[in-house]
């Protein structure tokens, strides 16, 4: 994973470097207003809106992810606390049937 955000970091370098090595002023319209800014500030700002975008619709399906594990753990806790309960009613069968088998043996032997 961490590789991923390395990768992301280089991606994003590109098109800062290549921003700062373009640094005219340029006219933008957007929705009906227009104004005035760099070309490296414009593209910046794309990117950061780009990769704001890119989380956000990211989002729904990492809560979903997070819901299923929090949900996974708490059922194997649940199976760990049942395993353990079965176990221990399995070690107390075992220590009744030892008690009645010694005490078998203790009636066949007088």
């Not at 005035?36 to 950061?48: C, K, N, P």
């Amino acid at each position: 994973m961490q590789i991923f955000y390395i990768i992301a970091v280089l991606v994003a370098l590109f098109p800062v470097a290549f921003a700062f090595q373009n640094a005219v002023p340029i006219s933008v319209r957007f929705f009906g207003v227009n104004f005035e800014a760099s070309l490296a500030i414009v593209l910046i700002w794309t990117l950061g809106i780009g990769i704001l975008i890119g989380l956000l619709a990211s989002m729904p399906s990492v809560i979903k992810r997070n819901l299923k594990i929090s949900k996974s753990k708490g059922r194997i806790a649940e199976l760990e606390n049942e395993s353990n309960q079965h176990l221990e009613t399995i070690t107390h069968q075992r220590q009744r049937i030892e008690n009645l088998e010694r005490h078998l043996s203790l009636k066949d032997n007088p």
